[in-house]
């Protein structure tokens, strides 16, 4: 039964109910004037439009990141040279130098993986540290180096640019405005949305919604359904009319959602009928876009549970789900009210259909199990026109805000800060488990694994489910991720999900639901270890031998297979000692080979680094060395100074290193270890170095972070 079924004196007994039992607002900790943050925007860009220097917030362990079109990172009057990217420390806000990625464009989104192992980066950029890998790159949250066997790729678009990212089980969900997605599959056609193997980056070539008529902003997939949602500026998926930029499609297939309701939109004016951001959590899905608006939808039949609108400022731009919270920011500016009604409130507003309403700024907070406003509701930020487009919960219980933010609490700000409540009480959900894995391992029994889950406090323990009933079946304490289940009727089929809970009973939303086959043998679906320190024994007339390190098993390595890394065509398979020779080659022509371990189960590896050679006796050295990392400096005396760094590494070896002149970008001196001493320095002067690996090929690496020197 619909809420318009329902007296209003019965509506309105309900609201007040759930207004009453909502949180109270946040208490600001006011962040020490040494907040850093970032300036100067790119120009150029697609988004010129927006003056926005932010536009995505991602943690990884104790490091956050933060993406936009940024030129600088921000230290009170300080800048200094980090475009598009950049890492700070996730409890003092400082900025972590050694973190240095090499972008040419601005960052749009940001994904952690589940493992902590990759931050999957999309944008609109071209190249990263000189290599062609437009829009879409993962990154190792270290070094900013690219992932190892990362070779996934997006292609158009004009250029090709990547919106959003979503993570759900084992798929990344990529969207914004691309034609093509290459991967380790193959080649295909997408329509400005695709789904990966977050582990691997091969492209699901059956997930492909054809979205046309625009680009997507945003993308959401749900935990509790076979659904993903679409949020954007298009007008059509698969030939179906997407109403106001809104659109759910199929998590197996990409097809359309039939039998749900329309979309409802508060304007009459088609060109501001779009969205900026959805998410989905706990049966709501949260839709925020033109003309000052957020939407709670009931997941079940995507009918409007509440419609919440600012006036007379302005579009909503971003949602992030903080444990039972959900933030919304806006450039709503200071002088703006939130109503909130039961139907669509259309802009301008005539003050008609609100039942509830409060002052309202930068950014909104709304009750993720009811759909309410938090009463009273304030994170005392400024901002200016562009206000609020990226906002993390981090585990310690604060939200990071970016944007184009001038202040907090009076305090000035270089558009990043961070707001925490210093009386917070633990109502805070752990993150969700991801990637459950259930293996028949025999005998009536399965096993199940999953990634851990993090939480403000600590995690407790873990639940496990039975999906078909939602019965719990059992309890575990502590931080284990396996466990085993007996008893089970051999040839039944069984499927689970868990959740994590806190000291505080707090419980995450579920994971992904795993189903299995019990079986009366174990099934070995265990991949094995990848090989590792690949490398050329031997080029001959027309061959190429190949050494390596072997792999692991859980029941046995059966082989290993070569592939040309061009078109991943398999050239060679061979038993189980860690060699191979490729014959049949072109001589003079070079060739890029992998390698992948198998069991007899057919289980296989993912890819080890690609070595190159030439066929003829003449193995060709292409490959750059690794940056040199952690670059440090002192003086040593008044003219000198002495510098130190992290060693590069190579796939033949490092020959020597180079350290220059930031200013001038000029070669000071050339070493063969991993340190150096400058002198001739003036006293009292400044010197910015940097330095570079270099192998004896002459292949050179890209710069290391810089480091200033002061001399007394």
Known sequence: MSTRHFSIATVMAVLLTLLSAAPASAELVEQPTTWWGVDTLATGTQTDSIQSHIFAIEQVGDRVFVGGRFLDVAHENNRFSRPFLAAYDATTGIWIDTFAPDLNGAVYALEAAPDGSALFVGG???QVFGNNVPGLVSLDPQTGAISNGWTTRIQGGNPANVRALDLEGDHLYIAGSFNTIVSDVGTDSVWRAA???????????????????????????????????????????????????????????????????????NTL?????????????????????SEHFVQALNEADLSLRYFHLSDPKGDYQDLEIVGDRVYAGCHCRQDATLYTGLAPMFFPFDGQGFFASQDNSWISAFDANTGLAVPGFDFNITASRAGVWAIHGSPDGCVWIGGDVTGTGGIAQNSLTRVCDPDLVDDERPSTPRGLDAVSIGGGSVSLEWLASTDNTAVAGYKIYDAATGDLVLTTSGLG?????????????????????????????????????????????????????????GVGSGSVSLSWNPSNDNVGIAGYRVFDASNNALLAEVGPTPSATVTGLVNGQPIGLYVKAFDAAGNTSWRTNTVTATPSGNAVDTERPTPPRGLQGSALNATSASLSWTASTDDVGVTGYVVYDAATDTAIQTVSGTSATVTGLAAGSTSTFYVKAFDAAGNTSWRSNTRTVTQP
């Open 481 to 537: 991720t396996t466990v085993q289940i007996d008893g089970l009727v051999i040839g039944q089929t069984y499927s689970y999900y868990v959740k994590a809970f806190d000291a505080a009973q707090n419980t995450s939303w579920r994971s992904n639901i795993d189903t299995v086959v019990v079986t009366n043998g174990a099934v070995d679906e265990e991949r094995p270890s990848t090989p590792t320190g690949l490398m050329l024994a």
């Open 269 to 289: 004016n088609v060109s501001r009928q779009y969205l900026y951001d959805v998410e989905v959590a706990n049966g709501i899905v949260w839709a925020v876009g």
């Open 124 to 126: 609109e950029f071209t």
């Open 195 to 265: 789904r990966i193997d977050w582990a691997t980056g091969d492209h699901d070539p059956n997930w492909r919604p054809v979205v046309q008529g625009g680009s997507v902003w945003g993308i959401a997939a749900s935990p509790d359904d076979d659904r993903v949602y679409l949020a954007g500026y298009f007008t059509t998926v698969n030939g179906d009319v997407s109403v106001g930029g809104f659109h759910p499609v199929r998590q197996n297939n990409g097809a359309t959602v039939t039998g749900v309701q329309p979309f409802q939109v």
